[in-house]
């Protein structure tokens, strides 16, 4: 599949380099970041990572891609559109995110966001967009609400991928839907 670029204002939303594992690597280590998602990566488990969303890119044509700021060319994190994995949701679009702690509050997953939702309807028009977060991911929540997304409370569910005995287990599910 070919790589995709998507520009706004502030950022560009890309396809994943082999490059980009150091600042993946430190987002993943993050302990602020990794507090509503899971335990903090090792390197070969960020590896992994980085090869899984590639081969996603290269197999499906979209996966969380890198979010990079213009300004100074930094990997702030990754937000982007993929088939989701996950019980209800599975093959399904499912657009996710995760940025650097020291760049919240200033709109950049908002905006790599809606640029990807943009990227979505043009790509998959008519296709429902969905997300998933950990019940305490007030953050993530949030941004979902802004983007017009609206909570399913019947598609709640325990993420098979997170320990039965984790406070990140219990997940909810959001969709949007997308005008034909």
């Known amino acids: 599949m070919d790589d995709v670029r998507i520009e ?13 594992f150091a600042p993946l690597h430190a987002l ?6 990794m507090a509503t998602i899971g335990p903090l990566n090792d390197r070969d488990k960020t590896r ?16 969380f891609w890198a979010m990079e700021r213009k300004a100074d060319g930094r990997v702030l994190g990754f937000c982007g559109i993929a088939r989701g994995t996950v ?26 966001a809606e640029a990807s939702l943009r990227w979505a309807a043009e790509t998959h028009p008519g296709q429902a967009i969905w997300a998933i977060t950990s019940v305490g991911n007030v953050r993530s929540r949030g941004l979902m609400e802004r983007l017009g997304m609206r909570y399913m409370p019947g598609m709640d569910f325990e993420h098979p991928a997170v320990p039965e005995d984790s406070g990140l287990r219990p997940h909810v599910t959001y969709c949007l839907e997308q005008a034909a």
């Open 48 to 63: 992994a990572l980085l090869a899984r969303l590639q081969e996603r890119q290269a197999r499906e044509g979209c996966t």
């Open 28 to 33: 993943c280590t993050d302990p602020q970041v």
């Open 8 to 20: 706004t204002d502030r950022l560009v939303v890309r396809s994943w380099r082999d490059e980009d």
């Open 87 to 112: 019980p209800f949701i599975a093959d399904k679009l499912e657009i996710g995110w995760r940025l650097a702690s020291d760049c919240w509050g200033q709109s950049y997953a908002r905006e790599a």
